[in-house]
């Protein structure tokens, strides 16, 4: 089995690519000489290619995408084109004009995008009854101090990556329509910045969210934390039951990395995505418009 690493923008496919060698050969494309040069000291036998034209052309059985988000679609249609499996690093897109261009491809059934802790073992099991809950709460916290001091700026950029608000937001909007599921909209949304000045978006977020099923939820987004771990907290007229996503010894475990290729290599042997894509633009649907609202 062959995987291609087609970009490395963010940390993710770092952390893809120590479950996937353990499965596969991998083949690599990434412009960033730096990234390039850790990824194949890490990854010694990998096979690294000039252009993403040439990576796709050895006809990889799977694809992880994951270049800045202006480019996700013009990437994502090449993919598509071979009919490989593909997993997209989150978020798939961060702003209206490029979740425009994502509608106008043709996503078929073994593409997946979704923030890893769907896929963490600690909330993977989790199930509620709508009918049986008052509202939902999602908690991210995640610290985005490196930001403020330049790394990976199109990341902090809104008009870019979209911000704190859309790259740890989709954290907790993922897990609460794993949960609720698509039929979703985004009531209300606020950001700020509280520590880091540095930043180009914000380092605090909160959105409002409305099921058509009746249940609102909140998603609050710190991005001033000594840890990183993430709670759903479900609200009912009998009392409240709170689930904590962490790291723990094994985070590639815990916070759903492992999990979630799993899924990618069970798609590249045939299988759907796990996560319908009613889903996943859903999702992206409610961070755009947050990062409407705040803009």
């Known amino acids: 089995m062959r995987v291609a690493l087609a970009g490395l923008a963010t940390s993710h496919p770092f952390t893809d690519a120590r479950t996937l060698a353990r499965h596969a050969d991998l083949l690599v494309w990434e412009e960033d000489p730096e990234r390039l040069s850790r990824f194949t000291e890490e990854h010694p036998g990998a096979k690294v290619l000039p252009s993403l034209a040439a990576?796709?052309?050895?006809?990889?059985?799977?694809?992880?995408?994951?270049?800045?988000?202006?480019?996700?679609?013009?990437?994502?249609?090449?993919?598509?084109?071979?009919?490989?499996?593909?997993?997209?690093?989150?978020?798939?897109?961060?702003?209206?004009?490029?979740?425009?261009?994502?509608?106008?491809?043709?996503?078929?059934?073994?593409?997946?995008?979704?923030?890893?802790?769907?896929?963490?073992?600690?909330?993977?099991?989790?199930?509620?009854?709508?009918?049986?809950?008052?509202?939902?709460?999602?908690?991210?916290?995640?610290?985005?101090?490196?930001?403020?001091?330049?790394?990976?700026?199109?990341?902090?950029?809104?008009?870019?990556?979209?911000?704190?608000?859309?790259?740890?937001?989709?954290?907790?909007?993922?897990?609460?329509?794993?949960?609720?599921?698509?039929?979703?909209?985004?009531?209300?949304?606020?950001?700020?910045?509280?520590?880091?000045?540095?930043?180009?978006?914000?380092?605090?977020?909160?959105?409002?969210?409305?099921?058509?099923?009746?249940?609102?939820?909140?998603?609050?987004?710190?991005?001033?934390?000594?840890?990183e771990s993430y709670a759903v907290t479900v609200h009912r007229r009998g009392g409240t039951d709170t689930v904590v996503i962490e790291g723990g010894d094994d985070h590639v475990k815990g916070l759903g990395y492992e999990g979630t290729i799993e899924a990618f290599l069970a798609m590249i042997g045939g299988a759907p995505s796990p996560v319908p894509w009613a889903q996943t633009r859903a999702i992206l649907e409610v961070l755009v418009a947050a990062r409407e609202t705040t803009q």
């Open 55 to 227: 990576l796709l052309a050895a006809e990889p059985d799977g694809v992880v995408l994951t270049v800045p988000s202006p480019r996700v679609p013009g990437a994502l249609a090449a993919v598509l084109d071979t009919g490989a499996a593909c997993f997209v690093n989150k978020p798939a897109v961060a702003t209206r004009a490029q979740l425009n261009e994502l509608d106008r491809l043709r996503i078929h059934d073994r593409v997946l995008s979704s923030s890893v802790l769907r896929f963490a073992p600690a909330f993977a099991g989790l199930r509620v009854d709508p009918a049986d809950v008052l509202a939902v709460r999602a908690t991210v916290r995640h610290d985005v101090g490196l930001w403020a001091g330049g790394y990976n700026a199109w990341q902090d950029t809104p008009g870019e990556g979209g911000g704190t608000l859309v790259t740890m937001g989709i954290h907790g909007v993922e897990l609460l329509v794993a949960l609720f599921g698509p039929d979703v909209r985004l009531a209300g949304a606020a950001s700020a910045t509280r520590h880091y000045a540095g930043l180009r978006s914000e380092d605090t977020g909160v959105m409002a969210l409305r099921w058509d099923s009746g249940v609102t939820g909140t998603v609050e987004i710190l991005g001033v934390s000594d840890e």
